[in-house]
């Protein structure tokens, strides 16, 4: 059976409320959608309903959605519960094959017909998610948030083998309609794209740490201050078109690509040893010397608040 279209879901439910599914059921509840959340740790809905309160003041700014425009929320005992009045299933378990397989094949087997199941899944193929679910394996998908997930709007959707063309974009459009901004991955690989593109920068990253080129606190300083800045606000590809001025990329390219090409051919190929985990975790902690991390966090999400707000006020951008 077809997904409902994006416009007729009201009801989402999140199966596991940690970091990442309480950061949806925030959104979700932000959208003006109900939301039928579920967690089997004990205390998960106490700590659901503490982190809704201490966020709702940074969710208002963002979404401009006053509390009583937002959807209820009731907690159940059980994935299935949950799964059974549900429009759309947003799956957060833990990041093993055979725990998510698990819980995915109970969610399959209680969700109505046609009913999309998500996954969070930062790296798992959505085939072998598929496999598990035997009921309708082709509703069953990838929609991976990125951290802190209130505020943070991209979502990368993977289908999966199984998977019809027209449910990846009932997906898609959802996501869009709760205000996020979703990409179609058209390829199931590890870790689909953009922990790939931060695997490649954490690889150099640590490599540089590892032959002494730099210190952990300086690598930090150089993107946060550096190309992050450019990236938060057009991304990498195009921050290289508008370097190239009037030519463009083909300019750039022609210009500065033979020593592109040196650079990525001398770019290190580190391997993550208890040696290196330690030398990272030692240059870590000196950076972190003296700061109040829990205020870190505060100021990172209240600036990205701020660079949201202010990334919509600008017409041309992404």
Request: with cysteine; net charge negative; aromatic share 4%.
């Amino acid at each position: 059976m077809s997904a409902p279209a994006a416009a007729q879901i009201r009801t989402v439910a999140v199966i596991g409320t940690g970091v990442i599914g309480a950061a949806w059921v925030a959104g979700f509840l932000a959208a003006g959608l109900d939301v039928v959340a579920t967690d089997p740790a004990d205390g998960a809905e106490a700590r659901l309903r503490s982190y809704l309160d201490e966020t709702s003041d940074l969710v208002t700014e963002l979404t401009g959605s006053a509390v009583s425009e937002r959807g209820e929320l009731r907690f159940v005992a059980t994935a299935a519960e949950a799964a059974r009045d549900a429009d759309f299933v947003q799956e957060n378990g833990p990041e093993r094959l055979d725990a998510k397989g698990a819980l995915l094949a109970e969610i399959d087997a209680a969700a109505r017909p046609g009913v999309i199941i998500a996954s969070s899944t930062s790296g798992l193929e959505p085939s072998a998610l598929q496999a598990a679910c035997p009921v309708d394996p082709g509703r069953v998908l990838v929609g991976h948030p990125f951290n802190p997930a209130h505020i943070i709007p991209l979502v990368e959707v993977v289908p999966g083998g199984a998977t019809p063309p027209e449910t990846a974009q009932v997906a898609l459009d959802f996501y869009r309609l709760v205000g996020k901004k979703p990409i179609l991955v058209r390829a199931e690989i590890p870790g689909h794209v953009t922990n790939r593109l931060q695997a490649a920068l954490w690889r150099e990253a640590y490599s540089l740490v590892d032959r002494g080129v730099v210190s952990v606190a300086d690598i930090d300083t150089a993107i946060s201050n550096g190309p992050g800045l450019r990236w938060a606000i057009i991304g990498p590809l195009t921050a290289q078109h508008l370097s190239g001025g009037k030519g463009g990329l083909r300019h750039l390219l022609e210009h500065l690509g033979p020593p592109t090409q040196k650079w990525m051919d001398d770019l290190g190929t580190p391997q993550l040893t208890p040696e290196l985990a330690d030398k990272l975790v030692a240059g870590m902690d000196d950076e972190m010397a003296g700061v109040d991390q829990a205020g870190l966090v505060a100021d990172r999400d209240r600036l990205l608040v701020d660079i949201m707000r202010l990334k919509r006020a600008g017409r041309n951008l992404p």
